[in-house]
């Protein structure tokens, strides 16, 4: 009996010795789980703000990294993100950046290593302060023009003309002419631009079509057009410009051709956003049929004028327009079929997409906003 009665106590207290091992076993993951998890974190070192770096060079982004796998590396500039590298080692602590030509320069760039694949909740750590991306000191544009296999000129180089598309919309009433030249003017001013401006825009009339607009300045359609907006800066303080045409027909025929491998990424895409009234004498001079959803009528989708009455009207339908009410006094149009109705629409001539296909020909509201495109006089 004394012999059951041990054995079963030796059972006991090898039981309770499994248990409290288990429990300290339990304990002590979930203690280092929880302390694992509570260090872990990334740090930015490099840029940590204040750098200057340039485009062509290469830069070492540098983290230190705790408890973490990969690692995913961003650039930011307000609320605009680029990724610079996914899926690195986080051991590694650093990445090799190096920035081609054609990256953004300027102030204001952060860069952001973050727990990779990011899901909420991951870790993420910003550099302290912006850093600059800066574009470097040539001697000539030749080098630009290899490395990017496409033409750029000097500023210095004899007859450049330069264009470029305003950063922000306006409507129908832009003043007339003068008041749209104004907007260029004001514009080009406040981007740094030199020189005398004219707004591409064409009227209701053949002396008032944007060719004609264009041909009544100095040099006509003549130089050599180039974008505005300088790609890189020389020594001697010249600037590097996209080379567009030869003349003005010639840049002309890639913007009627939307061509992407002709013009640049971002002056592409504003070219879907811009007035442009009757571009040559051949443009339809009245009844324009509006790109339009939603409206209550087909007269609504009519204009009998192409330039919001030369460019000072912002309504999108004549004064005396009651929906569903006829007036003989309204202008007339045809539809394609041939059937005449009352044009209450007031509308003019802008670039954009219908059907998915670009088109110069777009009819517009003039109570929408839309961008001009600027020409050097």
């Given amino acids: 009996m ?24 339990t304990l002590g993951a979930v203690f280092y789980l929880f302390f694992s998890f509570s260090n872990k974190g990334i740090t930015v070192l490099s840029p940590n703000g204040m750098e200057e770096w340039e485009i062509g060079k290469s830069y070492d982004i540098v983290w230190q990294a705790k408890g973490i796998d990969r690692v995913g590396i961003v650039l930011f500039k307000e609320k605009e993100a680029k990724w610079i590298a996914k899926d690195i ?33 991951n870790k993420i750590d910003y550099s302290n302060a912006s850093f600059a991306i800066t574009y470097p000191f040539l001697n000539t544009c ?34 007339g002419f003068e008041g749209a030249d104004k907007i260029c003017q004001k514009e080009a001013e406040e981007q740094g631009f030199k020189g005398e401006w004219q707004a591409f825009l064409g009227g209701d009339s053949d002396k008032e079509t944007a060719l004609e607009r264009l041909n009544n300045t100095t040099r006509k359609g003549d130089g050599i057009f180039v974008l505005a907006e300088p790609d890189f800066k020389l020594e001697r303080g ?18 009627i051709g939307f061509q992407s491998g002709k013009l640049d990424k971002d002056f592409l895409q504003n070219l879907t956003d811009i007035w442009l009234g009757r571009f040559d004498i051949n443009s339809k001079k009245s009844c324009l049929n509006i790109l339009a959803y939603n409206v209550s009528s087909t007269v609504e989708k009519y204009s009998f004028t ?60 003039c109570d929408s906003v839309h961008k001009l495109l600027c020409v050097e006089k």
């Avoid at 920035?99 to 990011?118: H, K, M, N, S, T």
């Avoid at 600037?239 to 913007?255: P, Q, S, Y």
């Avoid at 509308?347 to 009819?363: A, C, Q, R």
């Fill in 2 to 25: 004394d012999n059951s009665i041990f054995q079963r106590f030796s059972i006991e207290k090898s039981l309770f010795f499994i248990i409290v091992f288990g429990v300290l076993i």
């Fill in 89 to 121: 080692p986080a051991s590694v602590g650093k990445y090799q950046w190096k920035i081609y030509p054609g990256q953004e320069y300027g102030d204001g760039f952060w860069i952001a290593v973050l727990e990779y694949p990011w899901k909420e909740g």
């Fill in 142 to 175: 030749e080098s630009l023009s290899i490395d990017r296999e496409w033409l750029y000129l000097p500023s210095n180089f004899p007859n450049l003309r330069r264009v470029f598309i305003t950063k922000n919309s306006y409507s129908g009433n832009l003043d």
């Fill in 238 to 255: 010249d600037t590097c410009h996209r080379f567009l045409g030869k003349n003005f027909d010639e840049f002309w025929a890639k913007v």
């Fill in 306 to 365: 192409v330039s919001c009455q030369n460019w000072t009207n912002n309504n999108k339908f004549i004064e005396d327009y009651l929906p569903g009410v006829s007036v003989s006094s309204f202008p007339v149009c045809y539809t394609p079929q041939g059937v005449s109705i009352g044009a209450v629409a007031v509308g003019g001539f802008g670039s954009g997409l219908e059907n998915n296909n670009y088109s110069i020909l777009v009819g517009k509201y």
